[in-house]
């Protein structure tokens, strides 16, 4: 049960930092890391010869520990990843795939994940326990992962369980953007896992199983999906995790088919329904293409709606001459931009804003991992404890078995 009233509102420093980290001035080449430094966001300690090696230095050292170490180690990328880390990638892909490639890696001794910190949480559970997984840089979390703290999250489904029974009454759903911990409170209480490729068919997997979803901790992806299969506005409820009992009675909740975190990732809320209407008087055949994690009034004007894999294919794949709006992050857009010289892409958002959390990921620290796995050293493993992981795992493992 929910006891704190008065608690205060707690805005997670990494989403404070998101904001602040938009005004880089259109400047995405890497720089040394002790110029980075500078950006205003927090990052990890790190050996100091690291700090003023050139993105040229750094290559070189990257390309021989590669080298040195072989198929010991594999390097996995999140589309988001700056261009001068994604090029390591011995594999790139969505949260989807890269969940299903940690899964399928037997050999490699090693995973470096380029990516954010419950990605890395994820491949660890999918993976054997001999072998590492690896975040380049601890500090690269989720400032939408950060907005739904496991005690809250405890409350919140105790409190629907005091309302509404045991009886199938609430399945709970969690985005792949959430802790491990969330994900066990998934596994144990018969839920599971989505990410934005495969949300719907989880939507419907809970829909088979209970009479409600409780949906984590994205409200935005949580409402289009069910938007999209045809749940009406007044069947849904957003639980404000700094109110008691989420804000709602509990008649709202009875009344509910979908209870809706209030969580948002503050790079996909950026994008508005001007920003489209004004590329749209620019451009008139252009076609936009956002990333479900933006509000509902965007995708409901998008021509095309999907994970950052479905963007990524669908604008490679066009024909050339077409014009793409893209509603998501910068690094992906302008890697989209330059793989397609033949078509017009750009960003619907003017303002140059990566994800901070993501961009911290510089191609120094994983210099820093590459040479520690050289030296026989594991620096920053990322283990997931018993019993999440189990029970973590549980939840994953539904999430693969209804596909992607
Ligand atoms: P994808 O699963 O589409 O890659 O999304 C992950 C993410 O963090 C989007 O903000
Ligand atoms: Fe999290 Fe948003 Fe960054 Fe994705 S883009 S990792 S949801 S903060």
């Given at each position: ?42 990052w990890q300690k790190i050996p100091t010869r690291y700090l003023k090696l050139s993105p040229e230095e750094l290559d070189a050292g990257i390309r021989e520990a590669r080298t040195a170490l072989g198929n010991s180690t594999i390097v996995l990328g999140h ?286 620290y994983v210099l820093w991992v590459l040479e520690g796995l050289m030296a026989d050293l594991v620096i920053n493993p990322v283990e997931v404890p018993e019993p999440i992981r189990t029970e973590a795992k549980l939840a994953l493992n539904r999430m ?5």
């Amino acid at each position: 049960m929910t006891m704190t009233l008065s608690r205060q509102t707690v805005v997670p420093i990494t989403e404070l930092e998101q904001s602040a980290f938009c005004q880089t001035g259109g400047n995405l080449r890497t720089q040394t890391l002790e110029e980075e430094f500078r950006s205003g966001v927090r990052w990890q300690k790190i050996p100091t010869r690291y700090l003023k090696l050139s993105p040229e230095e750094l290559d070189a050292g990257i390309r021989e520990a590669r080298t040195a170490l072989g198929n010991s180690t594999i390097v996995l990328g999140h589309h988001y990843q700056r261009q001068d880390v994604i090029k390591y990638a011995d594999f790139r892909g969505d949260s989807y795939l890269l969940s299903k490639q940690a899964a399928s890696v037997k050999d490699a001794r090693a995973i470096v994940f380029c990516g954010v910190h419950f990605m890395a949480e994820t491949a660890d559970i999918l993976t054997s326990p001999a072998q590492s997984v690896i975040l380049p840089n601890m500090a690269a979390g989720c400032s939408m992962a950060d907005m739904a703290a496991t005690d809250d999250v405890e409350d919140c489904w105790d409190d629907l369980i005091s309302v509404l029974g045991t009886d199938n009454q609430v399945v709970p759903v969690t985005y792949m953007n959430s802790t491990a911990a969330i994900k066990a409170l998934c596994g144990r209480n018969g839920g599971l896992v989505c990410t934005s490729s495969n949300a719907g068919q989880a939507f419907k997997w809970a829909y088979e199983r209970g009479r409600r979803v409780l949906f984590l901790p994205d409200q935005h992806l949580g409402r289009n999906t069910a938007h999209k299969m045809g749940i009406p506005a007044e069947d849904m409820v957003v639980w404000n995790p700094f109110k008691r009992m989420g804000g709602l009675t509990p008649e709202e909740i009875r009344r509910s088919r979908v209870v809706l975190w209030q969580g948002h990732c503050s790079v996909h809320t950026r994008f508005s329904v001007k920003q489209v209407e004004e590329a749209r008087e620019a451009h008139p055949d252009i076609n936009i293409i956002v990333h479900p994690e933006c509000v509902r009034e965007v995708v409901d004007i998008a021509d095309y709606v999907g994970s950052t894999e479905y963007i990524s294919r669908t604008v490679n794949e066009a024909p050339a001459g077409t014009t793409w709006g893209i509603g998501t992050e910068i690094n992906m857009v302008t890697r989209l931009a330059s793989q397609n010289p033949d078509k017009k892409v750009f960003c619907l958002d003017p303002v140059v804003c990566p994800c901070a959390t993501m961009y911290r990921i510089h191609p120094a620290y994983v210099l820093w991992v590459l040479e520690g796995l050289m030296a026989d050293l594991v620096i920053n493993p990322v283990e997931v404890p018993e019993p999440i992981r189990t029970e973590a795992k549980l939840a994953l493992n539904r999430m693969l078995e209804i596909g992607g």
